[in-house]
């Protein structure tokens, strides 16, 4: 049954800073001792960051780059491969490497359409509706390839810091919805963090930015990124970073002007060629790869060669692509999705209630803002000229980490009031949606309305939660639903139903519902209508825990292994360079051990018996040594000339110097 409104009141609590303030510090005391990252979970690529004294600092990873490419490979073997050699082996592998995986999180697989047409690999529906993706068999939700990611981001964090990390501040587009939110927080339990503060990546920024500014500012921080865009707006004064509203397109990126040159590159080939490579994964893998590589290059040239030698072949023989793109015709390409960035700003200002002279800086933010037409677009839209004194590609990461800093307590001066990107709300008789929450509402907040029932005699309730901005709740995202029950009939219109949404600080919605009458009263915490169930994150994070011991023993097997070839070398140089010093039964020894570890390495054994042999083979090798050092010394005295004399000597130079005085 439908709920009718009987009082359009609303009360808002705790959105005033001081008490923003004391929320941030209790969960500073949650945190623990430990230090708290802060990760910038990018569609493209990801970075780690953590606070050293009072400044942030990006944690480089294995490879020793400041920041990830957000992929994973699935091998066939069944390991799995993260980062940079994920990227590298893509187009030999396009059909199981996952990326921008970002753009499906908190999803239904009927949203990810367009996806499903841009990324080369199988999306798929789960069985609650979600898209999950298939690689070599198996099936992954995107929260869990996310958590692979956040993994590897904690491991080289731990490696840095020489302790395990628990906490973390992961950043989230600032218009992602409840759902998506739900589903990062679900990635980072996966990941095994137990304490994970969600930030909003445009306010991440601003806490890079404005750490050291000085007086008050306002700032709008333009976020184009390689699968989101974001436009916060925000009011900064010594250290207090107060979030006044938010606009943004969570399918807007890097990836989408990726996709219009290879569109291009597709199209020019087989107008050239008559060939279409659209049906080659391989080929469609070179060719993403070459519209990436060209679109950045476009940033600092006005033109760039795109060369793809044996792209195909024919009866007629090999293929090749050859041809020059131009600044010019890049922007012809993506000039409308450029253009979509617009509309997003001005709503954003409107919601402000301001005018773009009433903004002292625009921070640009994300790798896309390195294109001169973007920056173009933001220097026409906000009549200035853009910021760019943070890294676009790191700012987010290092805002994170300074909100870490709050979190853990090592930093103190720094005060945070975000708002919640949209508005969320229920529906009520005929299907009408009706906000409680509206879109950039201070957080944490409280706010309450009462309704009745809208039936006579009717003593359960059904509480729809829908997030947007649309009249109709069937046009808006849901994101959960519950019932009230045990109401005392009654004619419609006189039960008295409370309803109080509650947004905490990562902009996470717990709803209730009480019957004023009864003291009847359902609370729940609203997770997704689909979205990863507590059951499936616990299997989830206990699958992560077993690869992870696999991933340490494949590590100690080939460590174990490297030892072994290592040894096995040294021993057969030895045996090559001092044969005229090796005794035969030395030789047999040394040769017999030798055989031993190369047939346990070559049958792939275990990590402990290869590392057992290697020992003995060591062991071995050592009593050579000694005895062809022992061998040596006895040449040597053997070789000494006994019929060698001591002799007087005199010293030239002074003779020298008595005839020069004659």
């Known amino acids: 049954m439908a709920l009718r409104m009987t009082n359009m009141f609303g009360r808002l609590l705790r959105t005033n800073g001081g008490v923003a303030l004391q929320l941030t510090r209790a969960a500073s005391g949650k945190a623990g001792k430990g230090k708290t990252i802060g990760i910038d979970l990018g569609t493209t690529n990801s970075c780690v960051a953590v606070m050293e004294g009072k400044t942030p600092r990006v944690i480089e990873n294995a490879e020793g780059a400041r920041t990830t490419p957000s992929v994973v490979a699935f091998q066939a073997d069944g390991s799995r491969l993260v980062g940079t050699p994920a990227k590298r082996g893509a187009i030999t592998n396009p059909e199981n490497t996952v990326y921008a995986t970002k753009r499906l999180i908190g999803k239904s697989f009927k949203e990810t359409h367009e996806d499903q047409e841009m990324l080369p690999y199988e999306i798929v529906e789960a069985p609650n509706g979600d898209a999950w993706i298939k690689a070599q068999g198996k099936e992954y939700s995107p929260s869990q390839i996310a958590s692979f990611i956040l993994a590897h981001l904690k491991d080289s964090a731990d490696s840095f810091l020489s302790q395990k990390t628990t906490s973390a501040v992961i950043t989230v587009p600032a218009y992602f919805n409840d759902s998506q939110r739900q589903a990062t927080k679900d990635a980072g339990e996966i990941a095994g963090f137990s304490n994970i503060r969600i930030l909003n990546e445009?306010?991440?920024?601003?806490?890079?930015y404005g750490m050291d500014q000085k007086g008050s500012q306002t700032i709008a921080v333009y976020d184009l990124g390689g699968g989101t865009f974001d436009i916060s707006i925000l009011e900064v004064s010594e250290g207090v970073f107060e979030v006044q509203a938010t606009n943004g397109d969570?399918?807007?990126?890097?990836?989408?002007?990726?996709?219009?040159?290879t569109n291009?590159?597709?199209?020019s080939f087989k107008k050239e060629k008559g060939i279409d490579l659209s049906t080659d994964s391989l080929a469609l893998q070179r060719l993403r790869e070459a519209a990436e590589k060209a679109k950045q290059e476009l940033s600092s040239t006005t033109q760039t060669q795109i060369n793809l030698p044996f792209i195909t072949a024919t009866a007629e023989g090999p293929q090749h692509l050859d041809l020059s793109l131009s600044r010019a015709k890049l922007e012809s390409l993506v000039g409308d999705l450029i253009a979509r960035t617009v509309a997003p700003c001005e709503a954003c200002l409107a919601d402000?209630?301001?005018?773009?002279?009433?903004?002292?800086q625009v921070v640009l933010v994300g790798g896309m803002t390195r294109m001169p037409k973007v920056v173009e677009t933001v220097e026409a839209?906000?009549?200035?000229?853009?910021?760019?004194?943070?890294?676009p590609d790191e700012a987010v990461a290092m805002g994170a980490a300074i909100q870490g800093g709050v979190l853990d307590g090592s930093t103190s001066d720094v005060l945070l009031i975000d708002v919640t990107p949209l508005s969320v709300g229920i529906e009520t008789l005929g299907g009408v949606f009706t906000p409680l929450v509206k879109r950039n509402t201070a957080i944490p907040c409280k706010k309450a309305k009462t309704f009745s029932t809208a039936v006579d005699g009717q003593t359960e309730v059904n509480i729809s939660v829908f997030q947007g901005e649309r009249k109709l709740a069937i046009d808006n995202n849901l994101l959960g639903n519950f019932q009230l029950t045990g109401i005392n009939p009654a004619p419609a219109g006189q039960p008295k139903i409370d309803v109080e949404f509650e947004i905490n600080s990562d902009g996470i919605l717990t709803v209730s519902a009480r019957d004023q009458k009864t003291g009847q009263e359902q609370r729940i915490t609203v997770e997704a209508a689909s979205g990863l169930s507590q059951d499936q994150i616990e299997k989830m994070v206990e699958e992560a825990k077993t690869y992870a011991e696999e991933d340490a023993a494949r590590k100690a097997k080939a460590e174990a292994k490297n030892a072994a070839e290592s040894a096995i070398y040294n021993a057969e140089k030895t045996l090559n360079d001092q044969k005229e010093k090796v005794?035969?039964?030395l030789k047999e020894k040394l040769d017999g051990a030798i055989s031993k570890v190369r047939e346990a390495v070559d049958a792939d054994g275990e990590a402990k018996d290869i590392a057992k042999l290697t020992t003995e083979l060591q062991k071995e090798l050592a009593a050579t040594n000694e005895a062809i050092f022992k061998a040596g010394k006895e040449d040597t005295a053997d070789d000494v000339d006994e019929t060698v004399v001591d002799a007087d000597y005199r010293d030239v130079s002074e003779e020298k110097d008595e005839k020069k005085k004659e």
């Open 583 to 585: 005794t035969e039964e």
């Open 202 to 208: 445009p306010t991440a920024a601003a806490l890079a």
């Open 250 to 261: 969570t399918a807007l990126g890097g990836e989408d002007m990726d996709a219009a040159i």
């Open 352 to 360: 402000a209630s301001l005018k773009p002279d009433d903004i002292d």
């Open 381 to 391: 839209i906000f009549g200035k000229a853009a910021y760019k004194g943070v890294n």
């Open 264 to 267: 291009f590159l597709l199209e």
